[in-house]
């Protein structure tokens, strides 16, 4: 008996020591984005980075980790020395989503390492040097890596492009205008990522410097797919896109002796000229799942048009976002022409709205890859109920007004409906820390944890293994579930409710709770 009481000790001990020293999973860079609010660890090479970004004061470095043809963003606090660039690095951190924008937050000096034995690639130049001290490079010829902003046209003489060292145009901390000289024989996308070389220079002009390149010299090591068109943004707003690959979803339509893509939902959403293939002009034949061509401008229609592509192209998705409303993108492109004008708009919550308080933000797409634009809200009167993270919402009536205490346009609403909430509860993370916590606070979250009841009749959640608890506010079903008729555990369970955070009653601090 003596000796399976001992060996129970050592299993529980065992057990508790493996939930305090356990490391984060391991996840591949262009899985990042499925472990929202989870600390992991990934392992690429270190392309770029610039300390202090915002030239705040801030002990903070931002680095574009790849593992090309992805890159991840990393924000690291309370830092030492930055490896070299062009060394495997691991890092540890916990997966942040903010404004549309995906990121790693690593903190302390344990947190970026370099990984022992790993050979150093060594680059001739990076952006990073020449951003440093770019006069040292003046008039020199260096060779660069990075991702092109916009896509290389065939049998042009000269055009340009910004070299950027994130695939996302917005991502990117370093940007160097190119001008290229000679012709390339074929289209290479935006987005891809190319070796190139050149010579530095003073663009007096533009007051910028500049790498002026042979298109001979230009490498495409990781083409890039086309770009997925969303109509949840104004027609006009493509412009930006002429010339890159895309694709877009939509029925064909012929009227006015012309060929038309009609968005799903109707003509009332978008309607986008087309120039077809032979396959659908001589054929008749039509793509099952959409359209994908290269996107140009129609002298001859004067408009945007999409030229047809035979050829089958990768995309990632994007939300699309159906009814006859302002897009979100059409408000932002020109918020001074919208001021003081009333609009219907639709989207999704991007964040939790309590019964007490009356702003939030609505942003075009359910989650960070489907989002494009989000506005902040206010809603006009009281509302009963949560307006819970990822509702889908449509507001009636809405005025686009000038806050000048928080110096940004919002929408003023006056009626609104609410739709299904489109997203699931987020996961609570034992092992997240406060800092991923308080972005939870108030959202609907699923907890792993077994059910606790101290002799004062308190309920906890016990992250099982472990002393860690939050409380739990019951609805009369906890109970029921954590418990059998004996009032023992049936242990660990998930458990769905909103995360709170309130005063401690013994202790100066505060408690998060889970209520049911």
């Known amino acids: 008996m003596w000796a399976a009481f ?3 000790v050592l299993l529980v001990s065992t057990l508790n020591f493996y939930a ?7 996840v591949e860079i262009e899985e990042v984005h499925e472990h929202l609010s989870e600390t992991v660890k990934i392992e690429g090479t270190l392309i770029s980075w610039v300390r202090d970004p915002y030239s705040d004061g801030s002990d903070r470095v931002d680095l574009q980790v790849e593992d090309a043809p992805h890159v991840v963003k990393i924000r690291w606090y309370d830092t030492s020395e930055v490896p070299p660039i062009g060394a495997t690095i691991i890092v540890e951190g916990e997966v942040v989503q903010y404004n549309g924008k995906i990121w790693l937050n690593a903190k302390g000096m344990g947190a970026v390492t370099q990984k022992a034995g790993a050979e150093v690639i060594m680059i001739d130049t990076s952006l990073n040097d020449i951003s440093a001290d770019a006069e040292s490079y003046r008039s020199k010829v260096v060779n660069l890596s990075g991702y092109l902003s916009d896509a290389i046209e065939p049998d042009v003489t000269w055009q340009s492009f910004t070299l950027i060292d994130n695939p996302s145009y917005l991502d990117s901390d370093h940007r160097l205008y190119v001008s290229l000289q000679g012709r390339v024989t074929e289209w290479i996308e935006a987005g891809s990522k190319v070796n190139l070389t050149g010579w530095v220079q003073w663009d007096e002009r533009n007051y910028r410097w500049s790498i002026v390149v042979q298109s001979s010299t230009v490498e495409v090591t990781h083409p890039a797919g086309a770009k997925r068109l969303s109509w949840a943004v104004a027609a006009e707003t493509w412009s930006y896109d002429i010339g890159k690959l895309v694709y877009v979803e939509g029925t064909y339509h012929w009227a006015d002796d012309a060929h038309w893509i009609i968005a799903p939902g109707g003509e009332n959403v978008g309607i986008l000229c087309l120039i077809p293939n032979l396959n659908l002009t001589v054929n008749g034949t039509l793509p099952e799942d959409g359209f994908s061509g290269r996107l140009i401008w129609s002298e001859d229609r004067a408009q945007i048009c999409l030229q047809m592509s035979d050829e089958d192209h990768t995309v990632n998705p994007v939300g699309l976002l159906i009814g006859d409303f302002t897009t979100l993108a059409t408000i932002a492109a020109n918020p001074s ?8 708009v639709a989207g999704w919550t991007t964040g939790s709205v309590s019964p007490d308080y009356d702003k939030g933000y609505i942003g075009d797409g359910k989650d960070y890859f489907e989002r494009s634009t989000t506005l902040r809200f206010q809603i006009a009167g009281a ?11 449509e507001f009636y009536n809405a005025t686009v007004v000038w806050n000048e205490a928080e110096g940004r346009i919002m929408l003023d609403v006056p009626l609104y409906a609410i739709g299904t909430v489109d997203i699931p509860p987020d996961t609570f993370s034992w092992s997240a820390g406060w800092d991923a916590w308080t972005w939870q606070v108030n959202t609907l979250v699923n907890v792993n944890a077994e059910l606790n009841q101290t002799d004062s009749g308190d ?7 472990t002393d860690d608890r939050i409380c739990l506010f019951d609805d009369g079903t906890a109970m029921e579930i954590g418990f059998d008729e004996g009032g023992n555990s049936t242990g660990v369970h998930v458990w769905t409710g909103r995360l709170v955070a309130i005063d401690h009653t013994e202790n100066p601090g ?7």
């Open 6 to 8: 001992f060996l129970s």
């Open 20 to 26: 305090v020293v356990r490391e984060p999973d391991r």
């Open 337 to 344: 022409d919208w001021i003081g004008q009333e609009v219907n």
């Open 383 to 393: 509302h009963a109920e949560w307006i819970e993270k990822g509702t889908y919402v």
């Open 459 to 465: 309920l906890w959640l016990v992250a099982s293994g």
């Open 510 to 516: 505060t408690q998060l709770c889970l209520t049911l």
